[in-house]
């Protein structure tokens, strides 16, 4: 089971919705009132997600060809990164947030290495969003 990332497609926001709605209601809704879980549904409907993918930089992360998590950015900044629940732990997010990283940094950081602290920063806080914050390999 080898996960690819790449660029979202407009025919991917069907997909990409499914799995950002599932990980809100089954992950999210653990750390947040169902009125904010609703709130932010709202503003990945499969309609809104076209617009996104309009508007931003969005990456998914596919499994035998199934859409299984999502990053997108705004510029050089990494907005949001969802996993489907049935597959997270696995390294996927770190998987889609390199992606985001190495994108959207290219020409902020133009040696090697020198968003590492600002990666890991990040790596945390999705996990934290993800409802899994743990300790990052060093």
């Known amino acids: 089971m080898e996960c690819t990332i790449r660029p979202a497609r407009q025919d991917d926001a069907g997909d990409i919705s499914a799995v950002i709605l599932r990980a809100l209601r089954e992950t999210n809704a653990r750390d947040y009132a ?3 879980i609703e709130r932010v549904e709202r503003s990945f409907s499969p309609d809104a997600v076209l617009q ?3 508007k931003r ?5 596919a499994i035998d060809g199934r ?4 990053a997108s950015l705004d510029g050089n900044v990494v907005r949001t990164v969802f996993v489907s629940p049935d597959v997270q732990a696995r390294g996927i997010g770190r998987l889609l947030m390199e ?11 133009p040696q090697p290495g020198c968003a590492l ?16 914050a743990r300790q990052l390999p060093r």
């Open 67 to 70: 859409v299984v998590g999502t």
């Open 99 to 109: 992606s985001g990283r190495a994108h959207g940094t290219r020409e902020k950081y």
């Open 57 to 61: 930089t969005v990456f998914v992360a």
């Open 34 to 36: 169902s009125e904010i």
């Open 117 to 132: 602290i600002d990666q890991r920063r990040d790596l945390l806080c999705a996990a934290r969003i993800q409802g899994r």
């Open 52 to 54: 996104l993918i309009g």
